[in-house]
């Protein structure tokens, strides 16, 4: 059985720096990594989308790395700004059923 | 091109009574999800439809909850009877093939009281 976990649950970073959200994955044996965002009160807005064939995907101040071996992925945030608050959520898609499964996600707040 | 459309956006009920959302995934899109995300967890998929076929639904509480799509297009989730611990977030999203990337509409925020 596939278990996501993020790490950190929470994090308050001062406006414009640079920050590092993890995400690690129990079976290997994905197809894809997504990374999504959530606003409260609101749906995901998915953010990155990596294949297991590939190290990396970026979208403009958004970095995500997938080291599928290890079972780990990065989402690297440049430059943070207060429209950055709001709870990352990361999902692998799993093979056999092709299970979508979430982490618990980590909430962020940029500060002024 | 639209987005996944929910319906409710919210609603509130009394335990025991009965609840139905509504979900219109992507024009084309043959694989919908739907997830419960109780308040401060990650969501948690109930069941996966691939066209109007059932792919899993392991973790439907299929004593009360149940989920139909029709001609491969629109689904609905209904809950009956509801219970207290169903209070939650219900999201459906859909994906145009089974490795694709997945969208998600605004969800349903159900509490029952």
């Known amino acids: 059985k596939q278990e996501v976990t993020q790490i950190p649950a929470a994090l308050s970073v001062p406006e414009g720096e640079n920050l590092v959200l993890n995400c690690s994955f129990t079976?290997?044996?994905?197809?894809?990594l997504q990374w999504f965002r959530q606003d409260p009160g609101k749906g995901l807005t998915s953010l990155l989308l990596?294949?297991?064939?590939?190290r990396e995907q970026t979208s403009g101040r958004l970095n995500a790395s997938l080291d599928k071996s290890s079972g780990r992925s990065t989402l690297y945030i440049a430059a943070s700004q207060p429209g950055d608050s709001a709870t990352y959520l990361c999902?692998?898609?799993?093979?056999?059923?092709?299970?979508?499964?979430f982490g618990t996600g980590t909430q962020l707040k940029v500060e002024l | 091109e639209a987005g996944v459309a929910q319906s409710p956006r919210y609603k509130i009920i009394e335990k025991r009574q009965s609840v139905a959302f509504w979900c219109n995934p992507i024009?084309?899109?043959?694989?919908l999800y739907w997830y419960q995300q109780i308040l401060g967890q990650g969501p948690k998929l109930l069941i996966q439809?691939?066209?109007?076929?059932?792919?899993?639904d392991s973790q439907l509480p299929k004593d009360r909850f149940s989920a139909e799509r029709l001609k491969g297009v629109d689904s609905t989730l209904k809950i009956q009877p509801a219970k207290l611990e169903d209070s939650a977030v219900y999201l459906c999203?859909?994906?145009?093939?089974?490795?694709?990337?997945?969208?998600f509409g605004q969800g349903t925020r159900l509490t029952v009281v």
């Open positions: 999203a859909s994906s145009l093939e089974r490795h694709t990337e997945a969208f």
């Open positions: 079976d290997s044996a994905i197809y894809n």
């Open positions: 990596i294949q297991s064939s590939q």
């Open positions: 999902a692998v898609l799993t093979g056999g059923g092709n299970k979508l499964t």
């Open positions: 024009s084309g899109h043959a694989t």
């Open positions: 439809f691939q066209n109007n076929g059932v792919v899993d």
